[in-house]
Nanobody, 126 residues
Framework: QVQLVESGGGLVQAGGSLRLSCAASGRTFGTSDMGWFRQAPGKEREFVGNINWSGSVTYYADSVKGRFLISRDNAKRTMYLQMNSLKPEDTAVYYC???????????????????WGQGTQVTVSS
C-alpha cells in the first residue's frame, strides 16, 4: 500500500512559478512509475505528466510541455512538479498517483493510476 500527500500549492500571478511535492509512504515508491494530474472545477481530471521509476523518462501533456518539469528523489520518496510560466488556465487541484501500468490503458488515462493523494490547489491569477 502507498499513501501519497501533495503539497506546495497556492496562489500565484500569471508568469510565476510553483513547485509541488508528492511525498510517499511505502517501500514500493522507488520501483513505481508516477503521474501528475489536475482537475479544474466542472472539468474531468486531466493528465499533466508522468515519470518512470528511475526518473530517466518523462512524458508531458502538450498543454504543459516546455513549462512544467517532473522529477523525483527516491531516497526521499518524493516526486516534484516544477511549474513555470504559469497561466490562469493552469488553475486546478493537482494530484499525484501511482502508475499501475495496466495493460491496454494509455498513460494519459486516470483509470490507469491508483493511490491518489488528496490534492493541492493551485490558483493562477491574471
Amino acid at each position: 500500500q502507498v499513501q501519497l500527500v501533495e503539497s506546495g500549492g497556492g496562489l500565484v500571478q500569471a508568469g510565476g512559478s510553483l513547485r509541488l511535492s508528492c511525498a510517499a509512504s511505502g517501500r514500493t515508491f522507488g520501483t513505481s512509475d508516477m503521474g501528475w494530474f489536475r482537475q479544474a472545477p466542472g472539468k474531468e481530471r486531466e493528465f499533466v505528466g508522468n515519470i518512470n521509476w528511475s526518473g530517466s523518462v518523462t512524458y508531458y501533456a502538450d498543454s504543459v510541455k516546455g513549462r512544467f518539469l517532473i522529477s523525483r528523489d527516491n531516497a526521499k520518496r518524493t516526486m516534484y512538479l516544477q511549474m513555470n510560466s504559469l497561466k490562469p488556465e493552469d488553475t486546478a487541484v493537482y494530484y499525484c498517483a501511482v502508475d499501475t501500468a495496466k495493460f491496454g490503458i494509455v498513460r494519459t488515462s486516470a483509470s490507469r493510476y491508483a493511490f491518489w493523494g488528496q490534492g493541492t490547489q493551485v490558483t493562477v491569477s491574471s
